[in-house]
């Protein structure tokens, strides 16, 4: 998957934080009129009707208002077909989100995760809290300035509507606040390609989980870090990070070309790695007891290009899943002493920048490509290869080329086996629905706008994503990263 230049990343752009309005300053000629708020004698009541609320006449104001309204149009803008004209600009219908927020960083990030917390599952309260890691991109010239940011995104608050009349004032109170970004950084020398998150409980149930993370980076290093220390230090005020505590645990170095391949496995606690880079390699680098990472340096090779994407299995431990610039994917069996792919499947023209394996539905697996196109395929329908060569793709269960760009980043919604995220080079984040049936009447109606398939429930403008997550602990939770920063949003389709 190509990188964009650092430097594309940097257009300036300013925006109005959640909550933030245009403040008018007040006349100071008019203060005077004001000055005894609970004088004895009132207007009447028909007189503060017609002098409306600036003391003008109701009609006289209106008109002056529609006079220098800005022109809106209301028409549906779809990204990659749809195009700005001079002096336009995109704003998003905020009545579809029940929460919307961005955040900038000094340097934009190609990559990040979501790390899982303390504060409970299924949270569905406001203001609502967030942890998250991720890297960098620097400036090729300022390369040193890199870093791995352990984030605290709080304060993220509901949107703000005109509500029921009976709704509890209190509760209005604690739902709305201003996002807060809380970050603590380890030094990095290089790019962050890809980064990706591992966590097992402590022995002691009262301590934080064990948190780490690896790294890969621009000069072919990947780089485990162990941040529990970061993550605790934003709940205990005063913690200081020790220098040694942000050095990494390990730095292997294994690879001899750059790599976007990262994947923790979920089924072994300790710390089970997979690293794929551009040369088409393949690694497994585990955590012995003591804490000691080995690397099993007979790599597993098969793919005729870079290794874009890795996925281990969710039920099966010993099993993993590649994705390439080669069009294929292949799967794999850590046990095999040949190193060889046990099924190698076609499953497009193009480059396979990425995927994700359904953790509901563990024989689902979704691709996305560069020539725009995802779709998901049925793992019971793959057979195995011979003699490493790759079989002809049996028939998807779902595809769709909606996207006209690449596709960046692909992920399963967390509890729903249907539902699927969907990051492209055209600028947005979508959202679908796969349980929408094609020959439903209603759900083939999407509003008299063309070439839009009935199962696309969202459409997210996001300039530059680069990868989306959901959390898994906030349903229906998505979190982006590109050009302009992290996006936090939650639709209320889903």
């Keep these: ?30 203060v005077g ?25 109701d009609i ?38 029940e929460m919307l927020h961005t955040l900038s960083t000094t340097w934009p990030c190609l990559s ?21 890691v991720a890297g960098t991109q620097a400036e090729s010239t300022r390369a040193k300035e890199n870093e791995l940011m352990v984030m605290k995104l709080s304060g993220l608050s509901r949107m703000d509507r005109d509500r029921d009349e009976e709704s509890d004032d209190d509760d209005d109170g604690d739902e709305s606040s201003e996002p807060i970004l809380e970050t603590k950084s380890i030094p990095l020398t290089s790019t962050t390609n890809r980064i990706r998150a591992h966590q097992y409980p402590q022995s002691d149930p009262s301590k934080i989980s064990t948190t780490f993370t690896a790294t890969m980076t621009e000069a072919a290093e990947v780089l485990i870090h162990d941040i529990t220390p970061h993550l605790s230090s934003f709940d205990y005020p005063g913690t200081m990070i020790t220098p040694q505590q942000s050095k990494p645990l390990a730095t292997l170095k294994m690879h001899k070309a750059e790599g976007y391949a990262v994947d923790w496995s979920p089924l072994v606690g300790q710390g089970r790695l997979l690293t794929g880079d551009n040369e088409g390699k393949i690694f497994v680098t585990t955590c012995e007891d003591g804490g000691r990472w080995t690397t099993d340096n007979r790599p597993f090779t098969g793919h005729q290009g870079s290794v874009e994407d890795v996925q281990w299995s969710p039920n099966e431990k010993n099993v993993f899943a590649s994705a390439s610039s080669d069009g294929t994917v292949k799967v794999w069996d850590v046990r095999s002493k040949s190193r060889k792919p046990a099924v190698s499947v076609t499953v497009s023209s193009t480059d396979v920048n990425v995927m994700s394996w359904s953790h509901q539905t563990a024989h689902l697996l979704a691709t996305g490509a560069d020539d725009g196109e995802w779709a998901v395929w049925d793992l019971r329908q793959w057979k195995p290869s011979s003699n490493n060569t790759s079989n002809p793709a049996p028939k998807p269960v779902a595809s769709f080329n909606f996207n006209k760009e690449q596709i960046t980043s692909i992920e399963w919604h967390p509890t729903d086996d249907s539902i699927v995220a969907v990051a492209a080079g055209d600028n947005t984040l979508t959202l679908w629905d796969l349980a929408v049936e094609l020959d439903d009447e209603e759900s083939r109606d999407t509003a008299g706008v063309q070439d839009v398939p ?30 302009g920063g992290f996006g936090v949003f939650k639709t209320i389709s889903v």
């Design 1 to 30: 998957m190509a990188k964009r230049p650092a430097e594309e990343l940097y257009a300036p752009s300013e925006s109005l934080k959640k909550g933030e309005r245009p403040v008018q300053l007040q006349n100071n000629d008019d």
């Design 33 to 57: 009129a004001f000055e005894d708020e609970f004088e004895d004698e009132f207007e009447s009541e028909d007189e503060i009707f017609e002098a409306g609320v600036d003391g003008r006449p």
């Design 60 to 97: 006289e104001r209106e008109a002056e208002e529609s006079r220098d309204a800005m022109e809106v149009d209301q028409q549906t803008f779809i990204p990659g077909r749809s195009k700005l004209k001079a002096g336009e600009s995109l704003s998003p219908d905020t009545s579809t989100y």
């Design 112 to 132: 990040f995760d979501v790390v899982m917390d303390s504060l409970g599952d299924n949270r569905k309260t406001y203001p609502a809290t967030l942890y998250a």
């Design 454 to 483: 009935p199962q696309l429930l969202f459409v997210h403008y996001m300039e530059m994503v680069k990868e989306c997550h959901w959390h898994p602990q906030i349903p229906g939770c998505v979190i982006g990263t590109g050009g």
